[in-house]
């Protein structure tokens, strides 16, 4: 029985891949590993983030970021001009506790992009 593991990689359409370059790498901070013509690709903690410019998909996948503290991701992501939907909030408690709490904001496209972190 195949046992499937961690993502590898995630596609996301941009309209703009210059745009998104910027926003990805300048804004987010994630480390940009390469671009090649119209491909964009980025490293999040092991998952590798790929961008084509493509306005193919209407509903792309939103992607969550965990965070250690959300409040000081929050907070920094803002002064560098990151739209929040909403302030971090609590999604869920779970029964030992532990609570998972998140915040959304756009991309460039207008994308759902999220911070997620467990407190307890």
């Given amino acids: 029985m195949v046992q499937l593991g961690a993502i590898g990689q995630i596609a996301r359409p941009v309209s703009d891949i210059q745009q998104a370059v910027d926003f990805y790498g300048g804004v987010l901070g994630l480390p940009h590993l390469y671009t090649f013509g119209d491909l964009a690709f980025f490293d999040c903690g092991g998952t590798r983030l790929f961008l084509s ?68």
Wanted: aromatic share 10%; net charge negative; charged share 25%.
């Fill in 53 to 120: 410019a493509n306005e193919g998909s209407e509903n792309p996948s939103i992607l969550y970021f965990r965070v250690d503290d959300i409040q000081t991701a929050y907070d920094e992501l803002r002064a560098r001009g990151v739209e929040f939907e909403q302030a971090p909030h609590l999604i869920h408690k779970h029964d030992n506790g532990i609570e998972e709490w998140m915040a959304f904001f756009p991309d460039p496209d207008g994308h759902l992009l999220a911070i997620m972190a467990q407190v307890g």
